[in-house]
């Protein structure tokens, strides 16, 4: 019993501090944007070229670049361990009650893709204007794994919080 009460003290621990996180995110873009002085970013981005990266970090200028690797290592370190205990908990609490095996390390790979496009991002920017090419080619594929992946968790979150309902229903039917 003490076990049930602790698991239901952690959902809600992580759906708090996911939902504080949301709510959060808008201020963070709005900072990002006062000190970039544009909208664009790589991370909000699903797919980009090695062109379309140089091309934002020329229009950021130094100091914006400057404030997006900031950013990148202070709140972005912190959102992807937020957005991955909160899929990751729930996932894993309803695909064992539906009794589904390890489908909750999904968004633990988005994680993994979020910080390699992150590091990707911070040595473009902090070696602008030289290029590396190898890293700008690569990280818009971490770009766009994170969001495939991040996607998946949600759509696997949603199905299973239809399909633990449904089992709860026509069990108390039969």
Same mark, same amino acid.
């Given at each position: 019993?003490?076990?049930?009460?602790?698991?239901?003290?952690?959902?809600?621990?992580?759906?708090? %501090?996911?939902?504080?996180?949301?709510?959060?995110? !808008?201020?963070?873009?709005?900072?990002?944007?006062?000190?970039?002085?544009?909208?664009?970013?790589?991370?909000?981005?699903?797919?980009?070229?090695?062109?379309?990266?140089?091309?934002?970090?020329?229009?950021?200028?130094?100091?914006?670049?400057?404030?997006?690797?900031?950013?990148?290592?202070?709140?972005?370190?912190?959102?992807?361990?937020?957005?991955?205990?909160?899929?990751?908990?729930?996932?894993?609490?309803?695909?064992?009650?539906?009794?589904?095996?390890?489908?909750?390390?999904? !968004?633990?790979?988005?994680?993994?893709?979020?910080?390699?496009?992150?590091?990707?991002?911070?040595?473009?920017?902090?070696?602008?204007?030289?290029?590396?090419?190898?890293?700008?080619?690569?990280?818009?594929?971490?770009?766009? %794994?994170?969001?495939?992946?991040?996607?998946?968790?949600?759509?696997?979150?949603?199905? %299973?919080?239809?399909?633990?309902?449904?089992?709860?229903?026509?069990?108390?039917?039969?």
């Amino acid at each position: 019993m003490k076990s049930e009460k602790q698991t239901i003290f952690l959902l809600i621990a992580v759906t708090l %501090l996911f939902f504080v996180f949301i709510l959060i995110l !808008p201020k963070i873009s709005e900072y990002t944007f006062e000190k970039t002085g544009i909208s664009e970013a790589p991370d909000t981005s699903f797919f980009y070229k090695s062109d379309d990266l140089y091309n934002i970090a020329e229009r950021y200028g130094e100091s914006g670049r400057q404030t997006y690797v900031f950013m990148r290592w202070t709140f972005d370190l912190l959102w992807p361990i937020v957005y991955t205990a909160f899929l990751t908990a729930w996932i894993w609490k309803l695909s064992n009650y539906l009794k589904i095996k390890k489908i909750y390390y999904v !968004p633990m790979i988005a994680m993994m893709f979020d910080y390699l496009e992150n590091i990707g991002t911070t040595i473009v920017f902090q070696n602008y204007p030289n290029k590396i090419e190898i890293i700008a080619s690569i990280t818009p594929w971490m770009s766009m %794994l994170k969001w495939t992946i991040l996607s998946g968790s949600f759509i696997i979150l949603i199905v %299973l919080l239809i399909a633990a309902p449904i089992k709860i229903i026509s069990k108390r039917l039969v």
